[in-house]
C-alpha cells in the first residue's frame, strides 16, 4: 500500500482501499465550511481556515506514521498537526488584527477552542522561531500552492472590532462550520455512499403539519361535540398564524396553561420558517420529560409514514458524543479522525444529525443547546453553526437560571440580530427579560397573541388558598389533602416528598392510588408513574399524588385539588396548572392551596434567593395571586434589579456578568465551565437495575452495563440507559460507594446496586 512520489494523504484508506489526499481533503473541508459560514458573511474566512486547517499533517513524521500505520495495522505515534495552520493563519491576519484570534479555529479544530491569552503566546513563539512548523508548510505548499498566498480574508460588514462578545460569538460559529465541515468530508471518505436524511423543504413539512393537525381535529369533533377551549384554542392558533408573516426577531407566546402552547408554537415556527426561508426550526425545553412528551406530539405530526424521519428528538442525558470521546482517545496518538466502529448503528441519520443537527425539526433541552452556544469542545460546538437562519422555541423561558442570564440573553442577541435567527420565547410566567442589560435597548420584542391577559382571564381556572403559622406541617396538609379522593401535592425537596408518602401510606407497603415522583426514580419509573395517575384520574379513581417541581411543567394531568409549599410564583401558577386543566370544574370549587410548612425545605434553600425577596412582597394571603400578569411583571423587574451588577460569588447570585467578562476575553474553556446548567458537583445520574423490570428488560440494561464498561459503547447504549437512570447528590453517592451499594461501570459513571423502593426510588439519606 504505497503512495505515490509527490502525493500528500489526510486519511487512512480504511476499508475501501482508498486514500484519502491531502489536497482533496483540504480543499473539500474549505469548501463545505465555505457554504456553512456564508449566511453570516464569512464564506472565505471558514473557506481559509477549513482549507489549511490540517497544513500540520505535511510533516514528513506525521505522514510516515500514517502510511507506516496504514500498511502495518499497528497504532503509530504522530506529532500534532494543529500548530502549522493556526501559524500560516495568524501571519496573513497581521493585515486585520481582528482575524488574528481565528487562528484558534484551527489549533483547536480536534481539542477545542483555547484562551485567547494561552494561544497568543503560543503563537508568538512560533513567530520568532517558525522551524518547527515550517516543514510541514513548505511540503504542503508543494501539492497546494495557493496556501502561501497571504492575502487576508474579509470579516463581515457587520462586525465591530469593539465588540468583544460578537468578535467571541463570530469565532464560535466559524470554529462551528469548520469543524463540521472537517468531520463531514472524513466521514465521507471512510463511508461510501451518501447517508439517509429528510428530503423536505420547510413549505412541506409545514403543509404537512397542518394537513395533519386539521385531520386529527376532524377526528376529535367525529367523536366528541367542540368545546369553548377547543374553539378558544383554534383562535390563538389562527392568530399565531397570522403573526407568523412578521419580519424575523424576538417573539414572546406569552399563553396560559391549557391554551395549546405546543400545537401553537409549533405551528407558529413552521409556518414562520416556510415565509421566511429560515433552514430549521429547534424546540428546546428545560426537562427531558417535556422533550419526549413535545417530540411524540411533533413525530406524529410531521414524521411520513414511511422514510427518513424528519424531527430528531436529542437529550442532554442521551450522550451521543460520548462513543466518540472512546475514539478521539484512541486516535489522539495517531492524528486520525476516522470512527472505525464494529458496533450496529440501526439508524446512521439519526445518529449524524445528532452531532451536528443537521434535521429540520429538533426537539433538544435548554442544556443542550447552551452547550452547542457556549462549550468549547468540537463535539459541543459542531451544531452551533445549524443555528442560523433557523427558528429557535425556547419553551418555559422562565426556568432558564438567573445566574446565567446575561450571557446567554447575549449570546441570542447575536444570533438574532447577525446570524438570520427568530427567537420564540413561550410561557405562561413570561419573565421580564428586557430588564437585563443585554435586552434593555435596541431589541424589540413582538407578542404572538396580541393580548394575552383576557385569555389568562377566561382560563382561570383555579382559587388560591393561602396557609401559613406554626401548625402548617407537611403532617398536616398531607392529612388534609387525603380526605380529598384526588389531589396533587407539590414539595420543595425529595426529602420532603418522600416523607409525605410514607404519611400517606401509613406503613402499608403499597397502595396504587398513592403516587410519588421525584428526580430519584429512573426516568421509566417516572413515566409510568405519570400515566398511572393520568389513567386514575381519567378512570375516576382516588389519586393522591406527591411530586416534587419537576411535575410543573409539561405533565398533562388534570386533578380538582393541588396544594404546592411556597415556592417562587412561577413555579405556583406551573403547579396550579395540573388543577381543573381541562376547565371541567368550577373555578370556586378547584383549590390551590399554598403553604408554608414549618417543618419543610424552605424555598429560599433551594430557589433564587432575590426571587424570593422579591416575591414575599407581592403575592400571598392579602396580595396577589401567581397568575397577576401585572404583579409578575414587576415581580421580575425587582428580581433582576436585586442581582444586575453583582459579582458571581455573591450568595444571592447574579445574572453572569462574570462570565461576560471571561467571553470578552475569550477565555473559551473557562467560559464553558461556568456555563454548565447541571453541576455535577451537587446531582450526580446513577444506573439502576430496577428489581420491578421483567427479565427481558432486565437483561437488556445488564447489557448496556456491559457494553458501557467495556469502554465501547455506542448511541444505543446510551439510549438505553437514559431509562434507568436516576438523580442524587454527590455525597450521598460517596456514601453509598462505602456501604457497597454503588459499583463504577466506567469513569464517572457508576451502577446503583443499594435498595430501590418500588414507588420512591432511591430513598433520601436520613
Request: aromatic share 6%.
Amino acid at each position: 500500500m504505497t503512495v505515490p512520489e509527490g502525493r500528500l494523504v489526510a486519511h487512512s484508506p480504511g476499508r475501501r482501499g482508498i486514500w484519502h489526499w491531502y489536497e482533496d481533503h483540504a480543499r473539500g473541508t474549505g469548501e463545505l465550511a465555505r457554504r456553512f459560514a456564508e449566511p453570516w458573511g464569512c464564506g472565505e474566512l471558514a473557506y481559509r481556515l477549513g482549507r489549511d486547517h490540517d497544513t500540520g499533517k505535511g510533516s514528513c513524521a506525521w505522514q510516515h506514521g500514517l502510511i507506516e500505520e496504514a500498511t502495518t495495522g499497528r497504532k503509530v505515534r504522530r506529532p500534532a498537526h494543529h500548530a502549522a495552520g493556526a501559524f500560516l493563519f495568524a501571519q496573513a491576519a497581521r493585515q486585520q488584527p481582528v482575524l488574528t484570534p481565528f487562528a484558534s479555529v484551527i489549533e483547536g479544530h480536534h481539542t477545542g477552542l483555547s484562551a485567547w491569552s494561552e494561544l497568543s503566546v503560543r503563537l508568538k513563539s512560533l513567530m520568532r522561531d517558525s522551524e518547527e512548523v515550517d516543514e510541514a508548510i513548505n511540503r504542503v505548499a508543494e501539492v497546494m500552492p495557493e496556501i502561501l498566498d497571504r492575502t487576508c480574508p474579509a470579516v463581515p460588514d457587520w462586525l465591530d472590532p469593539r465588540n468583544k462578545t460578537s468578535v467571541e460569538m463570530l469565532v464560535r460559529m466559524t470554529y462551528s462550520a469548520v469543524v463540521d465541515a472537517d468531520r463531514l468530508d472524513t466521514a465521507a471518505h471512510f463511508r461510501a455512499g451518501p447517508l439517509p436524511g429528510p428530503d423536505v423543504s420547510m413549505p412541506e413539512l409545514w403543509e404537512r403539519y397542518e394537513t395533519r393537525r386539521q385531520e386529527a381535529l376532524a377526528e376529535r369533533r367525529r367523536l366528541k361535540e367542540p368545546s369553548w377551549l377547543d374553539k378558544l384554542r383554534e383562535d390563538v392558533y389562527q392568530e399565531a398564524l397570522d403573526t407568523s408573516a412578521g419580519e424575523p426577531g424576538v417573539y414572546r407566546l406569552h399563553l396560559p396553561t391549557g391554551a395549546g402552547k405546543t400545537f401553537t408554537g409549533g405551528g407558529f415556527a413552521l409556518r414562520h420558517a416556510a415565509r421566511h426561508g429560515l433552514r430549521r426550526v429547534i424546540v428546546a425545553v428545560p426537562f427531558i420529560s417535556i422533550t419526549e412528551q413535545n417530540a411524540a406530539v411533533y413525530r406524529s405530526l410531521l414524521d411520513p409514514a414511511h422514510g427518513p424521519q424528519a424531527v430528531l428528538e436529542h437529550h442532554s442525558a442521551a450522550n451521543f458524543e460520548a462513543s466518540d470521546l472512546q475514539a478521539a482517545r484512541s486516535s489522539s496518538a495517531s492524528g486520525d479522525t476516522r470512527r472505525d466502529r464494529k458496533s450496529a448503528r440501526p439508524n446512521r441519520w439519526a445518529k449524524l444529525a445528532a452531532e451536528n443537527w443537521d434535521a429540520p425539526f429538533i426537539v433538544t433541552t435548554t442544556v443542550r443547546l447552551i452547550e452547542s452556544m457556549f462549550g468549547n469542545s468540537p463535539s459541543a460546538t459542531r451544531r452551533l453553526h445549524r443555528l442560523a437562519n433557523s427558528v429557535i422555541v425556547l419553551d418555559e423561558v422562565q426556568a432558564l437560571p438567573d445566574t446565567l442570564l446575561t450571557p446567554i440573553l447575549s449570546g441570542l442577541r447575536e444570533l438574532v440580530e447577525h446570524y438570520g435567527v427568530t427567537l420564540v420565547l413561550s410561557s405562561a410566567t413570561q419573565p421580564e427579560l428586557a430588564a437585563l442589560n443585554p435586552w434593555q435597548t435596541g431589541l424589540p420584542q413582538r407578542d404572538i397573541v396580541a393580548k394575552p391577559a383576557p385569555l389568562f382571564q377566561q382560563l382561570h381556572r383555579v382559587r388560591y388558598d393561602w396557609r401559613t403559622g406554626p401548625e402548617v406541617t407537611l403532617k398536616s396538609i398531607a392529612t388534609e389533602a387525603a380526605t380529598h379522593g384526588q389531589a396533587l401535592m407539590v414539595v420543595n425537596g425529595t426529602k420532603d416528598a418522600s416523607h409525605v408518602h410514607r404519611i400517606w401510606l401509613d406503613d402499608r407497603k403499597e397502595n396504587p392510588g398513592t403516587l410519588h415522583l421525584s428526580t430519584r426514580m429512573t426516568g421509566g419509573h417516572r413515566r409510568e408513574t405519570i400515566h398511572a395517575a393520568k389513567h386514575r384520574l381519567d378512570a375516576g379513581l382516588d389519586t393522591l399524588l406527591v411530586s416534587t417541581s419537576l411535575i410543573e411543567a409539561g405533565v398533562d394531568l388534570d386533578f380538582p385539588r393541588g396544594y404546592r409549599a411556597r415556592s417562587l410564583p412561577e413555579s405556583e401558577q406551573q403547579a396550579a396548572g395540573r388543577i381543573n386543566r381541562e376547565g371541567h370544574r368550577p373555578t370556586e370549587d378547584s383549590i390551590m392551596t399554598v403553604f408554608e410548612p414549618a417543618d419543610g425545605l424552605q424555598p429560599q434553600v433551594i430557589y433564587n434567593r432575590c426571587g424570593i425577596a422579591a416575591a414575599s412582597r407581592r403575592f400571598g394571603k392579602g396580595l396577589a395571586d401567581p397568575d397577576d400578569l401585572g404583579t409578575l411583571r414587576s415581580y421580575y423587574q425587582h428580581r433582576y434589579r436585586l442581582q444586575a451588577g453583582r459579582s458571581s460569588t455573591d450568595p444571592n447570585g447574579a445574572t453572569g456578568e462574570a462570565i461576560e467578562a471571561l467571553r470578552e476575553k475569550l477565555n473559551y474553556p473557562e467560559t464553558a465551565s461556568r456555563m454548565r446548567m447541571i453541576d455535577n458537583e451537587y446531582s450526580v445520574a446513577v444506573v439502576v437495575v430496577r428489581p420491578q423490570l421483567d427479565q427481558q428488560h432486565r437483561q437488556v440494561v445488564q447489557d448496556a452495563i456491559a457494553q458501557l464498561s467495556s469502554g465501547v459503547p455506542t448511541p444505543e447504549t446510551y439510549r438505553t440507559l437514559q431509562d434507568h437512570m436516576a438523580s442524587i447528590p454527590q455525597r450521598e453517592l460517596e456514601t453509598a460507594i462505602n456501604a457497597g451499594h454503588a459499583a463504577e461501570i466506567a469513569g464517572d459513571q457508576y451502577e446503583w446496586t443499594g435498595p430501590y423502593h418500588p414507588q420512591r426510588g432511591i430513598e433520601p439519606a436520613p
